[in-house]
């Protein structure tokens, strides 16, 4: 069962869907929830940088200056989750490392991470709309991320895409573990070449799921490109959250976020759930 959630504050659309869905989560599940505010104080000071004769004196004050703001920023956006939160009994914190290595320390303690896919999370740079940070907390990280876009439906079926690869295996685990079906129908798609893979596939995914107690409709491919067909899916079923592995190479997979899982984590119109 889910007991604990780390939301990744920011003021981007997505982070604000974001924000919303961890609320409702945290309201149905009960579980607790903590905010994260992040300073970034290795990338808020310039020391490492060349500069000018004489120019110390207003490095030092841009970077005062820089700090403030985001400091302020940061008191700004922890009071509104606050006061978005009413009585829902939350934790707020403020993490003063880079966005990574700050958010992968602070997972030990949660079940999940909880962030908007276009979040800048201080002074990062966002590219293609997907956060620079997701990367890195997939690659190193421990627990699974929900990956929220502006607009996410709040309700709806769960698509699963499952492609029989370890990631696919823990990621299908740990949401049925976690109960993240909430009742939802839940169709898993699964697509490979030879039709009897597909078959195969589709079988070990959809039993496993039952054998936790969803209700799920398989669904087995064997032909077509993944991320075309799980985002036409995606559209299709109007799914509130598409649950996936970081593919890897082959059938459903691609190098970590390669083509096929960057495309669905920065084009799907619901939340991703996703473990590597």
Request: with cysteine; charged share 20%.
């Given at each position: 069962?889910?007991?604990?959630?780390?939301?990744?504050?920011?003021?981007?659309?997505?982070?604000?869907?974001a924000?919303?869905?961890?609320?409702?989560?945290?309201?149905?599940?009960?579980?607790?929830l903590?905010?994260?505010?992040?300073?970034?104080?290795p990338?808020?000071?310039?020391a490492?940088?060349?500069?000018?004769?004489?120019?110390?004196?207003?490095?030092?004050?841009?970077?005062?200056?820089?700090?403030?703001?985001?400091?302020?920023?940061?008191?700004?956006?922890?009071?509104a989750?606050?006061?978005?939160?009413g009585?829902?009994?939350?934790?707020?914190?403020?993490l003063?490392?880079?966005?990574?290595?700050?958010?992968?320390?602070?997972?030990?303690?949660?079940?999940?991470?909880?962030?908007?896919?276009?979040s800048?999370?201080?002074?990062?740079?966002?590219?293609?709309g997907?956060?620079?940070?997701?990367?890195?907390?997939?690659?190193?990280?421990?627990?699974?991320?929900?990956?929220?876009?502006?607009?996410?439906?709040?309700?709806?079926?769960?698509?699963?895409?499952?492609?029989?690869?370890?990631?696919?295996?823990?990621?299908?685990?740990?949401?049925?573990?976690?109960?993240?079906?909430?009742?939802?129908?839940?169709?898993?798609?699964?697509?490979?070449?030879?039709?009897?893979?597909?078959?195969?596939?589709?079988?070990?995914?959809?039993?496993?799921?039952?054998?936790?107690?969803?209700?799920?409709?398989?669904?087995?491919?064997?032909?077509?490109?993944?991320?075309?067909?799980?985002?036409?899916?995606?559209?299709?079923?109007?799914?509130?959250?598409?649950?996936?592995?970081?593919?890897?190479?082959?059938?459903?997979?691609?190098?970590?976020?390669?083509?096929?899982t960057?495309?669905?984590?920065?084009?799907?119109?619901?939340?991703i759930?996703?473990?590597?």
């Amino acid at each position: 069962m889910l007991r604990s959630l780390l939301f990744a504050l920011d003021d981007t659309p997505g982070a604000l869907a974001a924000r919303d869905a961890a609320l409702a989560l945290a309201a149905r599940t009960g579980a607790a929830l903590t905010a994260a505010a992040i300073l970034d104080r290795p990338h808020t000071s310039g020391a490492h940088e060349a500069l000018p004769i004489g120019g110390a004196a207003f490095a030092e004050h841009r970077d005062a200056a820089r700090a403030a703001r985001l400091e302020a920023e940061a008191a700004a956006a922890l009071a509104a989750f606050r006061a978005a939160a009413g009585t829902l009994p939350v934790r707020t914190v403020t993490l003063e490392e880079a966005p990574a290595p700050a958010l992968l320390r602070a997972s030990a303690a949660h079940d999940l991470i909880l962030l908007g896919r276009d979040s800048t999370l201080g002074l990062e740079e966002t590219e293609d709309g997907l956060a620079p940070v997701i990367p890195t907390l997939l690659k190193d990280g421990a627990r699974p991320l929900l990956v929220v876009p502006a607009g996410a439906p709040a309700e709806g079926p769960v698509l699963v895409g499952y492609d029989g690869s370890v990631p696919a295996m823990r990621s299908l685990q740990s949401f049925a573990l976690l109960g993240l079906a909430e009742g939802s129908p839940v169709k898993l798609l699964a697509a490979d070449p030879a039709p009897e893979s597909a078959a195969r596939l589709a079988a070990e995914g959809a039993g496993f799921l039952r054998r936790h107690g969803l209700a799920v409709e398989e669904s087995a491919v064997a032909a077509g490109h993944p991320a075309e067909l799980l985002l036409a899916e995606a559209v299709t079923l109007r799914a509130r959250l598409l649950v996936m592995g970081a593919f890897e190479n082959g059938r459903l997979r691609s190098l970590l976020l390669g083509s096929t899982t960057r495309r669905l984590l920065r084009e799907a119109p619901c939340a991703i759930y996703v473990q590597h």
